[in-house]
């Protein structure tokens, strides 16, 4: 029988390492997600995951949209001295972001907590938050200079790095120290320790560069990036609110049996993520492969499939792993199961348009889309607590799927304005189907 095609090949085999690595990471998250909600109990593991959650909010913002720049420009633009400073310029921003994200998300943490739980802003917990905030601006940026250079291996495989590099620092306090602010400590230093290797390894792939940035290329690639960041920032924001709604109205203890439903529902999300980063680069390319519809359809079984098996398991282990306190998170996965299903057509929509440079648009999307998260959460929490949480996402993510696909379908054939004087080049229109 003839062999597959060497480019079908070649995607299949790329699909299956990122899927891989997707899913090395969500286990790993989940097994850290189990093993300090065992350790903290509910209150204890609710302040923690408010903390994961502002450390992996805060980088995006920092940020400013410059690493789905980085991947939409970095393809069309020469291989010479203006490729060199695209890097340079991503390198230093990114530099720059690491002090921002440190001291944003302490002043965040230390604000909510009079509204949530005065734990947020002991000392301790504020330093820990600053190391692991650290390390999750590295786990945002790094990455997407592998993805940029169409590196998805390497990218794949230091994100794994990264993320095993956390869980195995908050194994090493939960055995030495079990406290929220050692293992936040626990998991930043993990990731730290892992970004340095990949460091040396990006810089000697040229896809890191200290090299002084020219002003105008630095303005550039803020400029254009941060058109993308309503989308980046808002989905975080609009994936994350439930958390600090729940905090602040129902209390700690209610968000850490809530962020078990939603550790072990996210595991069907693999699927999409993998399959988004492939759709990202074809639409940057522009003569890739760009095939919306089909990636939605199989990403949709995938996702029912692997949906139903972590409904099952999660709903007979979770009593007796983490005792009778965490009984409330069985319903709440299942609602949460639901909302990933609905959250498909998004995870590929977005990718798309961020990879063609449809970055105003997208990021005028995706303000909107977390404005209105804000007066939904607020609205079910208030009637139906956790459960209203579970619903609420449910109808975000549907909410985002339609509205990001109807974007997708009228930019597939549109052609962009003309970019201001001295933008960076962009990829050429979507017009594949």
Same mark, same amino acid.
């Given at each position: ?68 720049? *980085? /991947? &939409? =420009?970095?393809?069309?633009?020469? +291989?010479?001295?203006? #490729?060199? @400073? $695209?890097? %340079? ?112 390894? *990006? /810089? &000697? =792939?040229?896809?890191?560069?200290? +090299?002084?940035?020219? #002003?105008? @290329? $630095?303005? %550039? ?112 996965? *299942? ?16 990718? %798309? ?81």
């Amino acid at each position: 029988m003839a062999g597959r095609p060497p480019v079908i090949r070649s995607r299949r085999s790329t699909l299956a390492l990122l899927t891989g690595s997707s899913a090395v990471q969500l286990g790993s998250n989940m097994v850290a997600a189990l093993l300090a909600s065992a350790v903290l109990g509910p209150h204890g593991r609710g302040l923690m995951v408010l903390g994961v959650s502002t450390a992996g909010i805060v980088p995006l913002l920092a940020g400013l949209g410059t690493g789905p720049q *980085l /991947r &939409a =420009a970095y393809p069309s633009t020469p +291989a010479d001295v203006r #490729r060199r @400073d $695209l890097i %340079a310029s991503y390198t230093w921003w990114s530099v720059a972001a690491v002090g921002i994200a440190a001291v944003t998300a302490v002043a965040v943490s230390a604000a909510c907590a009079p509204l949530i739980d005065p734990g947020l802003a002991d000392p301790r917990y504020l330093l820990a938050l600053a190391v692991l905030t650290c390390g999750y601006v590295a786990h945002t940026q790094l990455p997407d200079s592998w993805y940029a250079a169409g590196g998805f291996r390497n990218g794949s495989l230091w994100a794994i790095t990264t993320t095993v590099g956390g869980t195995a620092g908050l194994l090493v306090a939960v055995a030495v120290a079990p406290a929220v602010w050692t293992l936040l400590a626990g998991q930043g230093l993990g990731m730290l320790a892992a970004v340095t290797v990949q460091v040396t390894r *990006l /810089r &000697a =792939a040229g896809l890191l560069s200290f +090299a002084p940035p020219t #002003r105008g @290329d $630095l303005a %550039a690639l803020l400029r254009q990036g941060v058109r993308a960041l309503g989308l980046t920032l808002g989905l975080a924001l609009t994936l994350r609110l439930d958390r600090y709604v729940l905090g602040a109205i129902t209390g700690a203890a209610t968000v850490g049996v809530y962020s078990v439903a939603s550790t072990l529902g996210q595991l069907p999300r693999m699927v999409p993520t993998a399959i988004g980063q492939l759709v990202n680069r074809d639409a940057a390319l522009a003569d890739g492969p760009l095939r919306p519809v089909r990636a939605v359809a199989t990403t949709a079984v995938a996702v029912v499939a692997t949906g139903a098996v972590t409904t099952a398991l999660g709903w007979l282990v979770i009593v007796p792993l983490l005792g009778p306190q965490f009984v409330g998170a069985r319903p709440l996965l *299942l609602v949460l199961v639901v909302a990933e299903i609905a959250f498909v057509p998004y995870a590929v929509a977005s990718r %798309a348009l961020l990879g063609a440079g449809r970055m105003g648009a997208v990021g005028a999307f995706g303000l909107l889309w977390s404005a209105a998260a804000v007066l939904l959460f607020v609205v079910a929490v208030g009637l139906w607590d956790a459960l209203g949480a579970a619903l609420a996402c449910v109808t975000l993510y549907a909410g985002l799927s339609v509205s990001s696909w109807w974007l997708l379908t009228r930019r597939l054939t549109r052609r962009p304005a003309a970019e201001p004087a001295g933008a960076l080049p962009q990829p050429a229109p979507l017009t594949r189907v």
